[in-house]
């Protein structure tokens, strides 16, 4: 007939709950069922962190609630967190991240933005040609990516720019 395992626990050791706990010593953490060790990573290391969380959860050691108590952390990031071991399994936690989408402005674009704004078109003009955004090509001429081209006021006719207001009445 099996026996229960009893709660042991070393001194200095948080309990998750009865049969689960954690230990933080030199600069990594310690994770024991019972009185066996089960898993340990450095103390920085979050994805090391929510893998054996989430594992501790789906394995039925601890419920979700007991580690937001444990360790103080969101109750949302242990549900995202049992959910990608669910569904990416062990890599989910190590792999590469998916990066940003490619940006709207790729080389092509700006080169001919860059032509119409050289022949002097309003930057709302070239994004409605271009099939962009007016705050995107706004944003890249504020940014220095693009240049918009420089107005040169004339003097209207009849009157001398150089000339003083009290001398042109």
Not at 18 to 32: A, C, D, L, N, P
Not at 83 to 99: A, C, H, P, V
Not at 122 to 132: E, F, G, R
């Amino acid at each position: 007939m099996p026996q229960m395992q009893l709660p042991f626990f070393p001194v200095g050791l948080t309990l998750i709950n009865r049969q689960v706990g954690f230990e933080k010593k030199e600069g990594r953490v310690y994770y024991f069922h019972g009185h066996l060790p089960v898993f340990s990573h450095a103390e920085d290391d979050v994805d090391s962190f929510r893998f054996i969380i989430s594992q501790l959860v789906l394995g039925g050691n601890v419920r979700q609630i007991e580690i937001v108590k444990a360790f103080g952390v969101a109750a949302i990031s242990v549900k995202r967190s049992v959910k990608r071991l669910r569904e990416q399994g062990i890599q989910g936690f190590y792999s590469k991240r998916k990066g940003r989408s490619a940006h709207v402005l790729v080389p092509e674009v700006i080169e001919k933005a860059q032509r119409l704004l050289s022949k002097g078109e309003n930057p709302a003009a070239v994004a409605k040609k271009l099939h962009q955004n007016a705050d995107t090509i706004r944003k890249a001429i504020k940014s220095g990516r693009l240049r918009k081209k420089k107005v040169v006021l004339t003097a209207r006719k009849g009157k001398n720019p150089d000339t003083k207001r009290q001398e042109r009445a």
